[in-house]
């Protein structure tokens, strides 16, 4: 009785462990499945596109997107997207579909959805690439460099 007793009690420690250690995470969507939470609710949307190759996309991955303020906030809302900007992955959105044509030529070829939301006039493509947009979906912000979670929760 004993031996069972303890043992029954160890599992609920280590079940009230592990739980209390899981973090809160962001809900991340893909474009498709962006696009069926617009048709239920309008909220604005935050997209951030990155590659691995990126060192400030992933210190924002592991120093912003972990903050739980930051967290909560995007998860209350905005709908988040993260996307790789060179993946291959062909993406259906608003009746289109899109695709990566440079990786046909290029070695780093930038997919159209983020050569499409996060290009500016003149000046080349470059990663860390984030988009806010209303829910509207118009921008209200890009931002192309590395930022801290208090500078993204005033964007925000």
Known sequence: M???????LIFIVITTVSLAQQKE?????????LEEALKEEQKPVFIFFYADWCA??????RQVFTNPQVIEKLNTDYYAVMMDAESKE?????GKTFS???AKTQ???IHEIPLLLASRNDI???LPATV?????FKVKKRVFEYYTSEEILEML
């Open 2 to 8: 004993k031996k069972s007793t303890f043992l029954s």
């Open 25 to 33: 995470e962001i809900h991340w969507k893909t474009f498709p499945a």
């Open 56 to 61: 400030y996309c992933k210190k924002i991955k």
């Open 90 to 94: 062909r993406i259906a959105f608003d």
């Open 100 to 102: 990566n044509e440079q």
């Open 107 to 109: 070695r780093n070829g």
């Open 124 to 126: 080349p493509f470059s």
């Open 132 to 136: 806010i947009l209303t829910k509207d």
